[in-house]
């Protein structure tokens, strides 16, 4: 029986744990903090995953919330002056549905499962000497390792990093106590663009207490939103700013949130990540290969939505691999080869998608976003920007694809006139600012 050792025990390494245990794999999983720390620590995400991602779950068993998580079915969209007031509104429904459950639960509850359905779960923080022995005595070695620093082992790959600094600072909460929106038929992604100064957006969610709703903040560092400094240093005062800005700069929204508290004490977290793409193979001191996945290899900003999607996507292609490797080494160019599949059908452009979102919106974006406030299918189109990444990167890029989407609701924007970006900044700057 091949034995496979998986560092992580987060979205990616349970999920490749369990495919591999059910396949007839000797399997360990080693995690550096046990169910219980987990599950009352602190956050380390607030992911939502698609349906067909989730579907990889379910085939495992151990989509443990089906039911009783929300499933988000619609985005409502609105872009926002700096004083609050919103320029355009957009709403749709999503051609692919997703659900947001507290990765605490996920990782506590499947360690938990893992270890008494007979798998190896050893708690230790792993570091080099230990992967060293690690790689001694297993077949396969997979570092799932998340954002943590055992990452830096693999090599940051110049040629494919769009990044060298955060774009954006990022606060998330989970946030219990907060109204509903009868006016919109759906359970929605409520995304809230601020022109160039960031965004912020709060997705149906479950966690300890049940269904609630989790909220990230994502403002471009040095813009009026960009209120999430060190000084930002306790629940409480997460709690007070998340509710000061959604009253001031989304203040048709505050009914909802006035009365809202956090889950618990710990579900909150402020940052900033730089998106990375790695080499996703190290060559140990004694020349044996460990192979990077999820995070550790394509670390991507929350405001792409993929994080955990992509990192779901190559654990799924590296289990096949394995599975169809049978017999033969798990060589350091069997392990690029598998990235390099993954990179060059999903990574590459969730980096691309990434960038694209943190930086000011494109002139096809912009139209597009425009002829979405007055045709239902354009709506359509602009809510799933996140479903199929590659697609929407071609109409927030280039002016043809977007045109060639207006082309086919042209009966719903018969007589539409768009401004142009700098028409738009131009009129909408004009209005009075609140001080
Ligand atoms: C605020 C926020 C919102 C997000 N929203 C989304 C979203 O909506 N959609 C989406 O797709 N993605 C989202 N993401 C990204 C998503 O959370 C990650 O991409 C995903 O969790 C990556 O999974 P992973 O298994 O690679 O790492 P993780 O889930 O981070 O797991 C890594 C595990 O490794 C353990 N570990 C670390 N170092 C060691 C060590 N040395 N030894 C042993 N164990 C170790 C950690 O304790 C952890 O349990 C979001 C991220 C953030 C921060």
Same mark, same amino acid.
């Given at each position: 029986?091949?034995?496979?050792?998986?560092?992580?025990?987060?979205?990616?390494?349970?999920?490749?744990?369990?495919?591999?245990?059910?396949?007839?794999?000797?399997?360990?999983?080693?995690?550096?903090?046990?169910?219980?720390?987990?599950?009352?620590?602190?956050?380390?995400?607030?992911?939502?995953?698609?349906?067909?991602?989730?579907?990889?779950?379910?085939?495992?068993?151990?989509?443990?919330?089906?039911?009783?998580?929300?499933? %988000?079915?619609?985005?409502?969209?609105?872009?926002?002056?700096?004083?609050?007031?919103?320029?355009?509104?957009?709403?749709?429904?999503?051609?692919?549905?997703?659900?947001?459950?507290?990765?605490? /639960?996920?990782?506590?509850?499947?360690?938990?499962?893992?270890?008494?359905?007979?798998?190896?779960?050893?708690?230790?923080?792993?570091?080099?000497?230990?992967?060293?022995?690690?790689?001694?005595?297993?077949?396969?070695?997979?570092?799932?390792?998340?954002?943590?620093?055992?990452?830096?082992?693999?090599?940051?790959?110049?040629?494919?990093?769009?990044?060298?600094?955060?774009?954006?600072?990022? %606060?998330?909460?989970?946030?219990?106590?907060?109204?509903?929106?009868? *006016?919109?038929?759906?359970?929605? /992604?409520?995304?809230?663009?601020?022109?160039?100064?960031?965004?912020?957006?709060?997705?149906?969610?479950?966690?300890?207490?049940?269904? %609630?709703?989790?909220?990230?903040? *994502?403002?471009?560092?040095?813009?009026?939103?960009?209120?999430?400094?060190?000084?930002?240093?306790?629940?409480?005062?997460?709690?007070?700013?998340?509710?000061?800005?959604?009253?001031?700069?989304?203040?048709?929204?505050?009914?909802?949130?006035?009365?809202?508290?956090?889950?618990?004490?710990?579900?909150?977290?402020?940052?900033?990540?730089?998106?990375?793409?790695?080499?996703?193979?190290?060559?140990?001191?004694?020349?044996?290969?460990?192979?990077?996945?999820?995070?550790?290899?394509?670390?991507?900003?929350?405001?792409?939505?993929?994080?955990?999607?992509?990192?779901?996507?190559?654990?799924?292609?590296?289990?096949?691999?394995?599975?169809?490797?049978?017999?033969?080494?798990?060589?350091?160019?069997?392990?690029?080869?598998?990235?390099?599949?993954?990179? @060059?059908?999903?990574?590459?452009?969730?980096?691309?998608?990434?960038?694209?979102?943190?930086?000011?919106?494109?002139?096809?974006?912009?139209?597009?976003?425009?002829?979405?406030?007055?045709?239902?299918?354009?709506?359509?189109?602009?809510?799933?920007?996140?479903?199929?990444?590659?697609?929407?990167?071609?109409?927030?890029?280039?002016?043809?694809?977007?045109?060639?989407?207006?082309?086919?609701?042209?009966?719903?924007?018969?007589?539409?006139?768009?401004?142009?970006?700098?028409?738009? @900044?131009?009129?909408?700057?004009?209005?009075?600012?609140?001080?």
């Amino acid at each position: 029986m091949r034995k496979i050792a998986i560092v992580g025990a987060g979205q990616a390494g349970m999920v490749l744990a369990f495919g591999l245990r059910d396949a007839g794999y000797d399997v360990t999983v080693l995690e550096t903090r046990t169910p219980d720390q987990i599950e009352h620590g602190p956050i380390l995400s607030t992911a939502m995953v698609f349906d067909r991602q989730l579907d990889q779950e379910r085939r495992l068993g151990l989509h443990e919330w089906e039911g009783r998580a929300p499933v %988000c079915n619609g985005m409502h969209a609105t872009l926002r002056l700096p004083n609050g007031d919103v320029v355009l509104e957009v709403q749709g429904g999503l051609d692919e549905t997703c659900q947001g459950v507290d990765a605490r /639960l996920k990782s506590a509850a499947w360690m938990r499962r893992f270890e008494r359905e007979g798998g190896r779960l050893v708690i230790a923080t792993v570091d080099v000497p230990l992967l060293e022995s690690l790689a001694e005595t297993y077949d396969l070695v997979v570092v799932a390792s998340g954002k943590g620093q055992l990452s830096g082992l693999f090599e940051r790959d110049p040629e494919r990093c769009l990044f060298d600094a955060p774009a954006r600072r990022i %606060c998330a909460l989970i946030l219990k106590g907060v109204g509903e929106w009868p *006016e919109i038929p759906y359970t929605p /992604l409520k995304f809230h663009f601020g022109m160039e100064a960031g965004d912020y957006f709060t997705i149906p969610f479950y966690s300890h207490a049940g269904p %609630c709703r989790a909220a990230v903040f *994502e403002p471009v560092p040095g813009s009026h939103l960009d209120v999430w400094g060190p000084e930002i240093d306790t629940a409480d005062k997460a709690l007070a700013m998340a509710k000061r800005v959604i009253r001031d700069f989304s203040p048709q929204d505050w009914p909802q949130y006035e009365h809202a508290g956090l889950v618990d004490e710990k579900a909150w977290l402020r940052g900033a990540i730089t998106p990375t793409v790695r080499k996703p193979v190290a060559r140990l001191a004694s020349g044996r290969p460990v192979m990077a996945l999820g995070d550790a290899a394509i670390l991507n900003d929350p405001i792409s939505g993929a994080g955990a999607n992509d990192a779901l996507r190559m654990t799924e292609r590296l289990r096949k691999a394995i599975l169809q490797r049978e017999d033969r080494p798990f060589t350091d160019d069997w392990m690029q080869e598998v990235f390099e599949g993954h990179y @060059q059908e999903h990574g590459r452009h969730t980096m691309r998608f990434t960038r694209i979102m943190t930086e000011p919106i494109t002139e096809p974006a912009w139209k597009l976003l425009q002829a979405a406030t007055r045709s239902p299918g354009v709506a359509r189109t602009f809510v799933n920007a996140y479903t199929d990444v590659q697609q929407s990167i071609r109409w927030m890029t280039d002016m043809e694809a977007a045109d060639e989407v207006l082309g086919r609701h042209a009966g719903e924007l018969q007589g539409a006139r768009f401004l142009t970006r700098a028409e738009a @900044q131009e009129r909408f700057m004009q209005r009075p600012q609140a001080a």
